[in-house]
């Protein structure tokens, strides 16, 4: 497929690249791009209910989206599957249906350079990976990650300059607008690129202490303090993703007594197209709590490290890749009571 264009544009903690251009009369330049992927994961010790193989779609999606110049939009519609590495791995479907079929739309008001205004559901601030698995490198994503914020309903205001950026606004913390009972979030980010190939960013989440748990988190007050850091040398990329969260005593949020976790991650990727070899290590660590809640994925009180390798092949819009994932814990949690966990996965499709 002929590329008319090659486009970065970032969507929050998300990048669209290879888009294609659409010129229209009336909404002028319109970037379209997206996916259709298929995956197969295999899992030595399975988790509650999950399938000890699983085949299904990775992702369907396609997206439309114009420039802000100065009024543009973002529009990302389909279905997309989110396997998290020692987690149970569920149906795309019911991945989907955590944040509908319409997982990102949101309009963008960019009055003066550097300055622009976001509204609508909106990817969130917080971490290193992509919920959309063709952008991210690996295909499941790490423990981390399972802890941080999907999508928020709600008002971004962002100042970027060649040395620095800032994000301000409020939201509803864990999708609590898709619930009867919504509760605001305050969201933050500030970062700075000393180098010309280099940035790290602070990012936080403080949501209502009284945000009730719904299907996309439990619980839903989670605090959540985030450092994010990458570097890029020719073929090579580091990455950085710290993360401590907090849900404080509610009992109307579900939280009987003070919970706290942490974890830290290093990522890599080397680049040598058509190949590409990514890589994760991760450490994290749920406090034990009398409250019995679990906030990273593993169970209460436990801890761990992970390990994820993915090599993947690119032609033109063609792709396939492998994942090797390995997970350890400080406690059992598998069906069998095992303290480990290997999966082997493939996904393969294309991306335009």
């Known amino acids: 497929m002929k590329r008319s264009v090659f486009l970065l544009s970032t969507l929050g903690g998300?990048?669209?690249?290879?888009?294609?251009?659409?010129?229209?009369?009336?909404?002028?330049?319109?970037?379209?791009?997206?996916?259709?992927t298929g995956y197969g994961i295999y899992t030595n010790n399975k988790v509650g209910a999950d399938k000890k193989t699983r085949y299904d779609i990775g992702s369907a999606i396609l997206t439309i989206s114009k420039s802000a110049d100065p009024i543009g939009f973002t529009i990302m519609g389909g279905a997309y599957s989110t396997p998290v590495v020692g987690v149970g791995i569920l149906k795309t479907s019911e991945y989907t249906d955590l944040f509908s079929a319409l997982p990102v739309a949101y309009l963008e008001f960019a009055p003066v350079k550097g300055l622009s205004l976001q509204v609508g559901k909106l990817p969130t601030i917080i971490g290193y990976e992509s919920a959309f698995t063709y952008l991210n490198n690996y295909i499941q994503r790490g423990l981390i990650w399972n802890m941080?914020?999907?999508i928020n309903n709600g008002v971004r205001l962002t100042y970027t300059s060649d040395l620095f950026f800032l994000k301000m606004g409020v939201n509803d913390g864990f999708y609590t607008l898709s619930t009867t009972h919504a509760k605001p979030a305050i969201e933050a980010s500030f970062g700075i690129t000393p180098v010309k190939d280099g940035?790290?960013?602070?990012?936080?989440?403080?949501?209502?202490?009284?945000?009730?748990?719904?299907?996309?988190?439990?619980?839903?007050?989670?605090?959540?303090?985030n450092v994010v850091a990458?570097?890029?040398?020719n073929k090579l990329s580091l990455g950085a993703d710290l993360m401590?969260?907090?849900?404080p005593k509610s009992s109307e949020a579900g939280v009987p007594e003070k919970a706290?976790?942490?974890?830290?991650?290093?990522?890599f990727s080397y680049d040598l197209k058509p190949f590409k070899v990514s890589g994760r290590v991760e450490y994290?660590?749920?406090?034990?709590?009398?409250?019995g809640i679990d906030l990273v994925g593993l169970g209460d009180g436990n801890k761990g490290w992970t390990f994820t390798l993915t090599p993947a092949y690119t032609k033109g819009p063609l792709?396939?890749?492998?994942?090797?994932?390995?997970?350890?814990?400080?406690?059992?949690?598998?069906?069998?009571?095992?303290k480990n966990q290997t999966r082997f996965g493939v996904e393969a499709g294309f991306i335009f």
């Open 14 to 36: 998300f990048s669209i690249a290879n888009a294609l251009e659409l010129k229209t009369d009336f909404l002028g330049t319109l970037n379209i791009g997206g996916s259709i």
């Open 148 to 150: 941080q914020p999907v």
């Open 199 to 225: 940035s790290i960013s602070f990012n936080m989440l403080l949501p209502d202490k009284n945000a009730r748990p719904n299907s996309t988190a439990v619980p839903a007050n989670k605090r959540e303090f």
């Open 230 to 233: 990458s570097y890029t040398l």
């Open 244 to 247: 401590y969260v907090e849900a």
């Open 260 to 267: 706290k976790a942490s974890g830290g991650c290093i990522h």
């Open 284 to 291: 994290v660590k749920d406090n034990s709590d009398s409250g």
């Open 319 to 338: 792709f396939v890749r492998g994942e090797i994932s390995y997970v350890k814990a400080d406690k059992p949690f598998t069906v069998n009571s095992k």
